[in-house]
């Protein structure tokens, strides 16, 4: 096992300095960064301590790890509902990988172990792994064919567990140096390479993410197999024939799976929205690695389209709950918002990828929008409690039967608790980034990197109170004067841009300006990409301050949405807030915030394990006790951060607030 593990380790490096063509930014590795930060830290150490257990437990109690001792023996009937239920293993030992890596704990090191040893025995001898096929062979679930991959283009996830394993193999592998799960993993794609391909079974997977999978089983062994079939699989895409193109359903049409066209052709996001932006990930990484101009191409069409018209306020994507998918342009519905948080993170892995190609703040501006508000909302503060979709509104006389007003511990599809899992330990990994002697400070979150930059070992520790307060401190470690270019985003909230477009924007202007300087000077940094550029020579304990105004701005959306006329929305920082029953005398729906009302904020630090919160005096619509009168008092009015409402129970949220009354209906309960 050393003697393997010991090859893979040179293979890796040789891989590393052989490649020529990749991302012309690279990001930080996780590992290299230590947090000490009050926001994140105990969200990432209460998803190793509850969520990542918590989800252990709830594969083994559901029936998860039962499918794979089953197919081991290949007796007994498959006990869960969906055959991507393997999958939620995957993920789960993707997130402990993460957490080990940053966190080592023997206990979770040997479960992990025991997981993997599992899912070797259930490994078919060709490589084939699929526990719904595997138990029994004969008595097939609907889900798929009688022959292996029959039915991949629609229903089976056969290609998309493979992915997952992948995307887990390589995590573990990294994180451990073990290669016990990265066996199974290859001896997978060996066979998937051998199958499929332009003059072999020619079928695009029918959900994304084995192209992300693969991609990283390149980068780890260097075999030009698993590129060329992952670019094989996006290629593929909009060459079946067997769907109705003149169709304007996007499961007749093939848009449902970003297969009705090729995709350099299409020029929005469409359908599924998970699926979505895992291909749309893959497709990045292939125009990074291939230098493909056409894939680029496509990719920057795709995110012009979806942030400038299909996009929440929150970050959130996939606004149709039939088919978790993207509505047409300006079809943003808050009653019927569907938000999957899936979506949300898949949505982080495309930006963060924009940006390694682009080196544009605007990307990361996107991402963090996603990270601490359509992403974080997902999971509950208790960190074993999930929401699958993300609401921008919940009324309970018009509740939407599909709307989730309250967290659930666990889903028959629990597809987004696992991914969570996965996501919160690598965030570490968002946080900087490399090109050369440039150095990249995207998000603020307080911790110490280490960094090789011009064959210098340099530190740098950020140190905020992020994100309640916008004044941030950098200060550089360095044995050795050092030179090179710091270069720190200016979020684009910060100076009145409320996104990257104008599907949202502030509705006032703001004179507040971002300060810089340099051990207590303050220096006229030039701007370019969205990045402040402080070019300099840098010595032992400079120290760089930042200050971002931070003030509760109200935000409006392009009269194309329909659904927001005459409403404001609210943001303070990279945080959106909404108002949660709770603290508004019990409803949300009946409140008007008039343009003149005064917003103020205040700390709480006694609810949602402490928050900024927003103050006002609103009106409230009230009913007459015998229900022949309507009239509108003065009460006080409090919004919360976004991401924590729906954790002190259930009751009406809203996100959008009308500014005035502007019609009236009469609704019979």
């Known amino acids: 096992m050393k003697l393997l593990i010991l090859f893979f380790s040179f293979k890796l490096l040789l891989v590393v300095n052989a490649q020529q063509k990749d991302y012309p930014i690279q990001a930080l590795d996780f590992t290299k960064v230590t947090l000490h930060d009050h926001f994140w830290t105990p969200r990432i150490e209460t998803n190793r301590l509850v969520t990542i257990p918590t989800s252990f437990a709830r594969c083994e109690s559901t029936g998860r790890v039962k499918n794979f001792l089953m197919a081991a023996s290949k007796t007994g009937k498959y006990c869960t509902r969906y055959p991507f239920d393997d999958t939620d293993i995957y993920k789960t030992i993707e997130g402990a990988s993460f957490s080990l890596a940053m966190h080592y704990d023997a ?25 719904a096929r595997t138990i029994d062979k004969i008595n097939v679930n609907p889900y798929f064919g009688k022959e292996r991959w029959a039915k991949e283009r629609e ?35 060996d066979l998937v390479c051998s199958v499929f391909g332009a003059d ?38 909009g060459n079946f024939k067997g769907y109705d193109a003149k169709s304007k359903d996007p499961f007749k049409n093939g848009a449902y799976w970003q297969d009705d066209i090729p995709v350099k052709q299409q020029q929005e996001a469409e359908g599924h929205a ?29 995110w012009n389209n979806e942030t400038s018209k299909k996009m929440y306020v929150q970050g959130g994507v996939g606004a149709i709950g039939d088919g978790e998918r993207f509505g047409a342009n300006y079809e943003l519905p808050n009653t019927t918002a569907y938000n999957e948080t899936c979506a949300a993170i898949a949505n982080i892995y495309f930006n963060q990828r924009m940006f390694l190609l682009h080196g544009d703040a605007k990307y990361i501006d996107i991402l963090e929008k996603v990270l601490y508000n359509g992403f974080l909302s997902g999971v509950g503060l208790d960190g074993k409690t999930f929401f699958y979709t993300n609401a921008m509104q919940i009324q309970h006389f018009l509740q939407h039967p599909d709307m989730e007003a309250e967290r659930s511990g666990w889903f028959e599809c629990s597809c987004c608790p696992t991914n969570i899992a996965r996501l919160m330990p690598s965030i570490p990994g968002y946080i900087y980034a490399q090109k050369k002697d440039i150095v ?25 109170n992020y994100p309640w307060d916008g004044n941030l401190n950098f200060t550089i470690l360095t044995d050795q004067a050092t030179a090179f270019s710091m270069q720190i985003r200016i979020p684009g909230w910060s100076i009145n841009q409320a996104i990257p477009n104008n599907l949202y924007h502030f509705s006032n202007h703001s004179n507040s300006m ?26 032992k ?14 935000v409006i959306s392009d009269s194309l949405l329909k659904d927001n006329i005459g409403k404001t929305s609210l943001q303070r ?43 006002s005096q609103a009106s409230q619509i009230e009913i007459s006790s015998n229900g022949l009168e309507v009239k509108t008092i003065t009460k006080p009015f409090t919004a919360i951060p976004y991401y924590a409402w729906a954790n002190r129970g259930k009751g009406e949220m809203t996100v959008w607030i009308p500014e005035k009354i502007t019609a009236t209906d009469i609704i019979s309960k």
Request: glycine share 6%; proline share 2%.
């Open 274 to 302: 998970v699926r979505a932006g895992y291909l749309y990930s893959a497709m990045a990484d292939i125009a990074a690695l291939t230098e493909d101009k056409e894939m680029l191409a496509a990719v920057d069409r795709i």
């Open 514 to 539: 971002v300060s810089i300087s340099v051990n207590g000077k303050s220096v006229d940094y030039q701007k370019q990409n969205g990045y402040a550029i402080l070019n300099r020579v840098w010595n």
């Open 541 to 554: 304990n400079d120290v760089i301050k930042v200050i971002l105004p931070m003030e509760a701005r109200r």
């Open 107 to 131: 206990k979770l090191d040997a479960y992990v172990d025991s997981m993997i040893q599992i899912i070797a025995n259930a490994q078919e001898p060709d490589g084939y792994l699929y526990t």
């Open 440 to 464: 990249y400070a995207n998000l603020f979150i307080s911790g110490t990197a280490s960094l090789l930059v011009n064959n210098q070992k340099i530190q740098i520790k950020q140190e905020n």
């Open 155 to 189: 229903s089976s996830h056969e290609l998309y567990n493979a992915g997952h394993l992948y995307e887990a193999a390589a995590a573990h592998y990294l994180a451990t140096k073990k290669t016990a799960l990265l066996n199974i993993a290859l001896k997978n794609a």
């Open 573 to 615: 920082g990279p945080l959106m807030y909404c108002a949660e029953w709770i603290d508004n005398a019990g409803k949300t729906s009946n409140i008007i915030l008039s343009k003149s009302a005064t917003i103020s904020t205040s700390i709480n630090p006694n609810i949602l394990n402490g928050v900024t919160v927003l103050n």
């Open 200 to 237: 072999k079974l020619q079928v695009a997977p029918g959900h994304e993410i084995i192209e992300m999978g693969l991609i990283k089983l390149y980068r780890i062994t260097g075999k030009l197999a698993y590129l060329n079939t992952a670019k094989f699989f996006i290629e593929e895409r």
